[in-house]
């Protein structure tokens, strides 16, 4: 029985962990060729391409070497990312910082989309999904101002994209997910278990996403399955954003 993208070429970005890996893995046991772009060589995909996605023609050199090597792109997944921990309140966030995550998170998706999406016309349509956030939705008191800014304008961008390209049979949707069990995430917690038990109380499932049950929305939005599906906010968060006050809050 052929998987949900047998014969997709699929391009995604930041596939060394998290997220971007385990969508790698889950693609290709659907059947797709799969294009991982990352810093890190020894990142997943059948072709691993090292390239820094913010920079314009390292991430032009990428999609050519796809397309020469593989064909094609019918899929393509912006997920590189970084949500550093001197990324926090307006008031203490150094330029740097914000502009360096600016550049990673947001500058990346544009790039990938002007270079990414004259393939996908090529190849006749296709499917471009964009990782945005929760924090696209709602605010927080324990700000990272940079981070929650970059993946809001992730987000405002893929919907204008889905309008711009829907007649041309490409669909651009933004999965946004809520915390999930990453080294990304866990990371910011590092040695204080009080700050991740903060955070607990306001999930209404009181766990953390597996990268898993998030990709699982992914491989949705890659495949046929999703072919009405454009330009939507595509929510994978636990009904965080859904909540008021959880059992415990």
Same mark, same amino acid.
């Given at each position: ?6 014969? $997709? =070429? ?18 290709? &046991? ?16 059948? +072709? ?16 050519? &070497?796809?397309?020469? $090597? ?9 997920? !590189? ?10 008031? &203490? ?20 989309? $002007? ?12 499917? %471009? ?19 929650? #800014?970059? $993946?809001?304008?992730? +987000? ?6 889905? =309008? ?9 949707? !933004? ?46 939005? #890659? ?5 009405? =599906? ?5 929510? %994978?968060?636990?009904?965080?954003? #859904?909540?008021?006050?959880?059992? &415990?809050?």
């Amino acid at each position: 029985m052929a998987g949900r993208l047998e014969g $997709k =070429v699929c391009v995604i970005t930041g596939t060394a962990s998290g997220i971007g890996a385990a969508s790698a893995r889950l693609f290709e &046991e659907e059947g797709a060729r799969v294009v991982g772009i990352d810093l890190d060589a020894s990142a997943e995909g059948e +072709l691993t391409i090292q390239a820094d996605v913010s920079d314009e023609d390292q991430v032009r050199e990428a999609f050519a &070497e796809a397309v020469e $090597k593989l064909g094609r792109i019918d899929v393509l997944m912006n997920n !590189a990312g970084i949500n550093p921990t001197d990324d926090g309140s307006v008031l &203490e966030t150094s330029l740097e910082a914000w502009q360096r995550v600016q550049d990673v998170n947001l500058r990346s998706v544009f790039l990938c989309c $002007k270079h990414g999406i004259p393939h996908l016309l090529e190849a006749g349509g296709g499917s %471009v999904i964009n990782v945005a956030s929760f924090v696209s939705l709602v605010g927080a008191a324990t700000s990272q101002i940079a981070y929650t #800014a970059s $993946k809001g304008a992730v +987000l405002a961008m893929s919907r204008e994209l889905a =309008v711009q390209f829907a007649r041309e049979n490409i669909r651009v949707n !933004a999965l946004c997910p809520g915390p999930v069990e990453t080294p990304l995430l866990l990371n910011i917690f590092g040695d204080n278990p009080a700050a991740l038990e903060r955070r607990r109380t306001h999930w209404p499932t009181g766990r953390l996403a597996r990268p898993r049950e998030v990709v699982n929305g992914a491989l949705f939005l #890659a495949s046929d399955d999703s072919s009405y =599906v454009t330009g939507s906010t595509f929510l %994978v968060d636990g009904g965080l954003t #859904a909540a008021y006050v959880t059992p &415990e809050s």
